[in-house]
């Protein structure tokens, strides 16, 4: 599937989605040590927004979160 033009025209779809619902941006991660999907992000026009940090909830700690009141 790599090198299909799938992404692409994936992330393209979402783009005009979120530009014909008046939305001013699209966020997501990526893995850092992937530097053939950086490259292609990149390529996008997008730009890396390196302050940004990344959260997980996961396993217990989303459980533990997930009954509290």
Known sequence: MRGS???R??????????AARGLSR??????RSNARL???YD???AS???????F???GQALED???ED
């Open 5 to 7: 033009g799938a992404g």
């Open 9 to 18: 025209s994936l992330l393209r779809a979402l783009a005009r989605l979120a």
């Open 26 to 31: 699209v966020d997501w991660t990526a893995d």
């Open 38 to 40: 950086l490259a292609f």
């Open 43 to 45: 390529e996008t026009g």
């Open 48 to 54: 890396r927004e390196e302050e940004k940090v990344f």
């Open 56 to 58: 997980r909830l996961k």
């Open 65 to 67: 979160f997930a009954s």
